[in-house]
């Protein structure tokens, strides 16, 4: 009658691990997969990127010589990671002069504000 008994409950026991890993392999199965959208589009070569991010700095440097190049540098980086968020490459070849200064100046005036910028110190189109 022991060995019978403790046949009974190693059974419960293989039959609870089986059970447990079912439910695991089930479950895990279930899941939909995350898509998750892209920072960039990624279709910016790396002569355009750096071409932006020139005459940015060029630009802040001159307008605003003031302020140390590490804010500048910063503020760069702000605006090209905020266009490219936007804006394709092909984005910028379609889009007309006066439409894309309205663009930079608009995420200039963002990356002021989120780098904690006073506008009072500092001219938007100067930039």
């Avoid at 089986?18 to 790396?46: M, N, W, Y």
């Avoid at 910063?74 to 309205?102: I, P, W």
């Amino acid at each position: 009658m022991q060995k019978k008994k403790g046949f009974l409950v190693s059974c419960k026991r293989v039959k609870f691990i089986l059970l447990t890993i079912l439910i695991s392999v089930l479950g895990s199965c279930s899941q939909e997969a995350t898509h998750i959208k892209p920072r960039f589009t990624g279709d910016h070569s790396t002569m355009q990127i750096r071409g932006l991010w020139y005459v940015c700095i060029q630009a802040r440097q001159r307008g605003l010589p003031h302020l140390p190049p590490p804010v500048h540098s910063v503020h760069c980086d702000c605006v090209l990671d905020k266009s490219r968020e936007q804006f394709s490459a092909k984005d910028y070849e379609k889009m007309q002069q006066g439409n894309l200064t309205k663009v930079f100046t608009e995420i200039n005036l963002e990356c002021q504000m989120l780098n904690n910028l006073n506008p009072s110190q500092i001219n938007p189109t100067s930039v």
